[in-house]
């Protein structure tokens, strides 16, 4: 089946993982685990500009994804609480917002997905650790060298998932959304 073919009977899912300071966005297509092609690239922001500023250049950079790609599903790492770090928390939340907004705007549905789910499901381990987590990434898309970027291979797996999740007419025929 030639390239553009397969291309038009198959899923496109982006998988974001969302920071102020570096946010992961991959693009995977195909359908289930047979992934025909896929990007990924990291945005990074300053951390001298304001948040406005900061929130603007994520918010463009997930719509121009949008635009370019035409995603059926986006799937946005969920954010998570520690104790530790509520202020790390309300930052990503801002983070996701715009996300939000921007697969709004771009007609995509959204699925968002905890850390400990994004893990379980790639790695069989809800705690698994960031390697292992790169290495199930890395395998499935059989790539030879590692992804350099935690966030780009955070992102990848998430795409992934969702790419797994869409495709999976089980979870269609027991009336379960691929979209929260």
Not at 29 to 52: D, K, N, P
Not at 101 to 111: G, I, N, T
């Amino acid at each position: 089946m030639p390239a553009d073919e397969g291309a038009r009977h198959s899923t496109t899912v982006i998988g974001i993982d969302p920071g102020i300071a570096a946010t992961g966005m991959a693009v995977v297509q195909g359908r289930g685990f047979q992934v025909i092609s896929h990007h990924w690239e990291v945005v990074r922001t300053a951390a001298a500009a304001s948040q406005g500023e900061r929130l603007e250049i994520i918010y463009r950079a997930a719509s121009d994804l949008f635009r370019r790609f035409r995603p059926d599903l986006a799937v946005v790492e969920d954010v998570f609480l520690l104790d530790a770090t509520p202020k790390s928390a309300f930052s990503i939340s801002t983070v996701i917002g715009v996300l939000l907004l921007a697969a709004a705007q771009s007609q995509v549905p959204v699925d968002r997905i905890s850390v400990r789910e994004a893990k379980q499901v790639l790695t069989g381990n809800g705690k698994a650790s960031k390697d292992q987590l790169e290495r199930a990434v890395r395998s499935v898309l059989g790539l030879t060298q590692p992804v350099k970027s935690d966030h780009a291979s955070d992102a990848l797996g998430l795409a992934l998932i969702g790419l797994l999740r869409f495709d999976n007419p089980l979870q269609r025929q027991l009336g379960a959304s691929p979209c929260r």
